[in-house]
């Protein structure tokens, strides 16, 4: 499935089409899932990765501020429906189902789709809402003039209250820089939350600076401090606007689901590292349709035998040489 | 060859460094430098430091293949590299050398030893003779050794004691040129200390400061400006702060015969210290109009680059730094199967070389260890104004250019304020007498008594 996928990305997707010729690949030369060439995922900030036309209907930004270009992820109604189908199948299996049968209140602390409608992020989360949430479910994040993410925290603290006062457990979403904006909102208004027990935290995604940077154990312990769930039940969560897919975080280890393949190679040799052993993750995640399905990322990640281990985004790191290493 | 416990970088990790053996390490450095530098000539001094020189050239030397044989787990660079890197530093150190780099910072050889005239100066009378610092504290940066070996040189001929502060992890060469010294000459060796600790260590650092009348500091920016505003006033500050460097490629030079060498010049550049010297190129421009093109210059550096990496290996990398050149490197491969106008030619199989050519004329910070970058250019003036974000944070400006057209080139880029200009294929090299970053280095450090006979 994943070469007869290829084939039509191949035809499809003109940058990938350039990207292969490149490399010496043309239709008919690929026989295994492996073999498939990585667009590195700075495509979806370069160029149009879409084999999309007219039928268009949505496209999803990477959660870069406005001082970078985003990544831009096309869809259309049946693109959707796929990414809908897969998100919900892996958070039904790996998250919804630690919460037992039935709706629960799901308060998300990013800003609602109609205000963030280019966040696939929050098409989501809304996707969640609208799936798995109760009536009492809401948004408490708001997007400012110039389209940054913030917390409207008196609301946020009333959707926890409201939780608390009603007892039954729910569900708490958001991204690690709208945690922490939470706890330093309760930290300045000397509140505590003592959610129900159950409750599920699910945090997701980088900082971008958007706010302080905190070590996950000292985010996670300020959740547990703050709104009294324990480490067990925050759950994280590992996406990006380039994929269709989700991995969920188990026992240290980021899982995608059957459909998308996490490999973690080696810089040097581009060939899947041994586990144990540091590398880039590669995915080929076949909800990815109508855009291109073999991706390498920039995140590096520790090789692990059921998943990987994030540890994040390689960055230009001070030259070693004389004057800017004096540390 | 286990090295003696001279200097307090030489202690086990675990033994902690206080502000307390710090400062007393501070008094014991003057107390020695007023009973064993008097008695030191400025000639005699030259005399060590060629036989140094000479030593650390030569294969059998104990420090040097210690340098060479465990330099490469300290430091990060192969073997080669460290050798390629030390030959050009201690060829550099002669007595030729030094009495010219004395005579050119302060007018005559013996101003150190006694008040001298300059015969370039005007017949008054008057004479001069310098001093130095009672102790320079050195904050050394990063793992390329010459700055801090070259700094630790002329503090001695200023008859300076010193302290070098190394950056954690970066103290193995420095060390084990400060026991080459030692073993030379012990009493030399005894004003000298070379000390480790990550930088910002504020209690440390304030002992230092305290004690130290002159601060020679290389870091970036930040650092400079931290460690300026925590100096008492009577403090004596020197600054190197972060610069990087490029290449000009003067289409004189681009012919068929001449492609080879050219380009292997500018390789030698790209592959010393793995490209991660303030000297280093980040981008090659080249000049259009040549009989061979800016791209295939490119695809030249690229086949020289190749030919290096059998010789003179880059060293090996941390995964998160391959994965920064190989996230760079695909972002480039993109561009060049959608682009006309940008190429690459890179290693296969390895990050160990990666050449990108663009049209564009902007200046690119390269990522380093070996990736560089190849612009086409109509002439400088289009190289300069691509480069202007950099303008005044740059080192060197390697040229290639033939015949009389270099004089022009080169007073175009003085005009522009480069302040060292150099053959290609000597980025790296700079001579003894180079005025680092413009500025005379040994004469910074001299204080003069003017007599007004």
């Known amino acids: ?327 | 060859m286990e090295l003696p416990k001279y200097f307090l970088a030489d202690l086990p990790s675990e033994a902690e460094l206080t502000p307390t053996i710090l400062a007393d390490a501070c008094e014991t450095l003057k107390r020695n430098r007023e009973i064993y530098l008097p008695e030191w000539s400025t000639t005699k001094l030259i005399a060590v430091f060629d036989q140094l020189g000479r030593d650390w050239l030569d294969p059998e030397y104990p420090f040097r293949k210690l340098a060479l044989e465990q330099g490469p787990t300290a430091t990060g660079f192969s073997r080669a590299t460290l050798e390629h890197g030390l030959n050009s530093l201690f060829e550099s150190l002669t007595s030729r050398a030094l009495e010219r780099l004395i005579v050119q910072d302060l007018g005559h050889l013996d101003r150190f030893d006694g008040f001298q005239a300059s015969e370039v100066e005007p017949g008054n009378g008057s004479l001069g003779r310098t001093r130095g610092p009672e102790l320079i504290a050195q904050i050394s940066a990063g793992l390329i050794p010459n700055s801090t070996v070259l700094t630790i040189l002329f503090g001695m001929l200023t008859r300076s004691a010193q302290v070098v502060k190394c950056a954690s992890g970066a103290a193995f060469l420095p060390r084990l040129f400060a026991h080459s010294l030692y073993q030379m000459v012990p009493k030399l060796g005894a004003c000298l200390e070379i000390v480790e600790w990550r930088g910002g260590d504020s209690e440390l650092e304030a002992v230092l400061f305290e004690k130290a009348d002159c601060v020679v500091a290389s870091g970036s920016d930040e650092t400079l400006v931290s460690i300026r505003q925590r100096l008492p006033a009577r403090s004596r500050f020197l600054g190197y702060g972060h610069r990087v460097s490029f290449g000009f490629v003067a289409m004189d030079v681009l012919s068929p015969s001449l492609l080879g060498g050219v380009a292997g010049m500018a390789a030698a550049d790209v592959a010393a210290w793995d490209q991660l010297g303030c000297l280093s190129p980040h981008v090659f421009y080249v000049e259009h109009g040549g009989r061979v093109s800016a791209e295939q210059f490119a695809e030249a550096l690229g086949r020289e680059l190749d030919r290096l990496e059998q010789i003179q290996p880059r060293g090996s990398l941390a995964a998160d730094q391959a994965a920064v050149l190989r996230t760079r490197r695909g972002f480039y491969e993109l561009r060049a199967s959608a682009l006309e106008e940008t190429q690459m030619w890179a290693s296969q199989d390895s990050t160990a070389w990666t050449v990108v050519y663009e049209a564009d004329p902007l200046f690119q910070m390269s990522c380093l260890n070996r990736f560089i970058y190849v612009k086409g250019v109509s002439d400088l003036k289009q190289a300069l104004e691509g480069a202007d974000a950099v303008r005044h944070k740059v080192s060197t400006v390697g040229l290639a250019s033939a015949g009389v057209r270099g004089e022009d080139l080169a007073g175009e880029l003085a005009a522009w304020g480069v302040p060292r200009i150099c053959e290609l294929g000597r980025m790296q090299k700079p001579p003894l007498t180079w005025r680092h970053d413009g500025r005379p280095a040994l004469g910074d450090l001299a204080l003069w008594t003017d007599w007004e006979r």
């Not at chain 1, 609301?155 to 904006?181: C, D, K």
């Not at chain 1, 930290?187 to 997701?204: F, I, K, N, S, Y």
């Open chain 1, 1 to 327: 499935m994943a070469v007869e996928l290829f084939e039509l990305q191949l035809e499809g997707v003109a940058v990938y089409r350039a990207f292969c010729r490149s490399k010496g690949i043309r239709s008919g030369t690929i026989r295994d899932w492996r073999e498939i060439p990585a667009l590195p995922t700075a495509a979806f900030k370069e160029y149009e990765v879409s084999s999309l036309g007219d039928d268009r209907c949505a496209v999803f930004y990477s959660s870069g501020t406005t001082r970078q270009t985003s990544s831009r992820h096309y869809h259309s109604a049946a693109s959707l429906e796929v990414y809908e189908a897969s998100a919900d199948a892996w958070f039904r299996r790996r998250v919804a189902a630690r919460m037992g049968g039935g709706r629960f209140p799901v308060l998300s602390l990013t800003p609602g789709a109609e205000v963030a409608p280019n966040s696939s992020l929050v098409h989501m989360f809304e996707m969640v809402r609208r799936r798995f949430g109760d009536s009492e479910s809401q948004f408490a994040g708001r997007v400012d003039s110039e389209g940054a993410w913030h917390l409207d925290g008196a609301r946020a603290e009333g959707a926890l209250e409201a939780m608390r006062m009603r007892g039954r457990p729910g569900m708490v979403v958001g991204t690690a820089f709208s945690f922490v904006h939470l706890i330093d909102w309760l930290r300045d208004q000397g509140r505590r939350t003592e959610l129900p027990a159950g409750t599920l935290v699910m945090e997701t995604g980088g900082y971008k600076g958007r706010s302080r940077i905190l070590p996950k154990t000292e985010l996670h312990a300020g959740i547990g401090e703050f709104l009294d769930v324990p480490g067990e039940r925050i759950l994280c969560e590992y996406g990006m606007s380039e994929l269709s897919s989700q991995a969920y975080l188990e026992q240290g280890v980021f899982v995608f689901p059957p459909w998308a393949r996490a490999t973690v190679v080696c810089p040097e040799t581009m060939r899947e590292v041994a586990v144990g052993e540091q590398g880039l993750i590669r995915i080929v995640d076949l909800a990815n349709a109508r855009s291109v399905m073999a991706l390498q990322t920039e995140d590096l990640a520790v090789r692990h035998a059921t998943g990987f281990e994030l540890l994040g985004r390689a960055v230009v790191s001070e030259p070693r040489g004389c004057s800017l290493m004096s540390s």
